[in-house]
């Protein structure tokens, strides 16, 4: 079964650092999502692309965040620098182009820990 | 401002039983909800969805009841099986392709 793969699964780093994660969506998939789950929270939304376009990133902090899909398959999310309150579960998912909401696939997730 | 709560963080039900997940929203142009599962160490997957012109769909052991005057809604699993046991996320959308706002989830543990 395709899945949605993510990498690193853990990430510990000191504050003021670069961090950077990947995601390789279901192949296919042309909507990829990254989401941020703070603990004790739901996923928020930080930015969705269609192949290669933002298509949303209304929530991305973008003084430090910054996220691209150059070919429109795999993607990377970057944090530069870090703070402490990055950390989080970053999540990433996709689904066909023009899918509905249900059809979202989300990956395993990459845990960040910022010190 | 969080538009979905999901008010319980935890819930404990014995094997067998019913559990009754509730979540509530504030925005009245969310009309598609959906239920997601998370495993720890997984992502969340998609569990039930409904749309805002029915008031009840069921698959399965899962059932989700929509109450849009009250801005309610619940998810019942009938019964509850250890395999149950996960953090449970309540989603809700403006429209089947509109952007997916969470609720915190709740923690269901499932004992013997």
């Given at each position: 079964e395709a899945e949605v793969a993510q990498s690193p699964r853990y990430k510990i780093t000191e504050k003021s650092q670069a961090v950077a994660f990947w995601c390789d969506p279901i192949s296919g998939h042309a909507t990829l999502y990254w989401y941020r789950q703070i603990l004790g929270q739901g996923p928020e939304l930080l930015v969705q692309f269609q192949d290669e376009s933002v298509?949303?990133?209304?929530?991305?902090?973008?003084d430090r965040f910054s996220a691209e899909r150059l070919k429109g398959v795999d993607s990377t999310l970057k944090i530069?620098?870090?703070?402490?309150?990055?950390s989080a579960m970053y999540l990433c998912a996709s689904s066909p182009s023009?899918?509905?909401?249900?059809?979202q696939y989300f990956g395993p997730g990459t845990r960040l820990t910022v010190l | 401002d969080q538009q979905v709560k999901q008010n319980s963080p935890s819930l404990s039900v014995q094997e067998g039983r019913i559990s009754i997940l509730n979540c509530d929203y504030t925005?009245?142009?969310?009309?598609y909800f959906l239920w997601y599962k998370k495993y720890p160490a997984e992502g969340p997957t998609f569990l039930i969805s409904i749309s805002s012109i029915k008031d009840k769909n069921e698959d399965g052991r899962f059932t989700v009841f929509l109450n849009k005057s009250a801005k309610h809604l619940s998810l019942h699993i009938?019964?509850?099986?250890?395999?149950?046991s996960a953090v449970y996320f309540c989603a809700a959308s403006g429209g089947s392709w509109g952007k997916l706002q969470f609720g915190a989830g709740t923690q269901v543990v499932v004992t013997p």
């Open positions: 298509v949303d990133d209304s929530q991305l902090p973008k530069q620098p870090a703070e402490l309150g990055d023009g899918a509905r909401a249900d059809t | 925005n009245s142009m969310f009309d009938v019964p509850s099986q250890p395999g149950d």
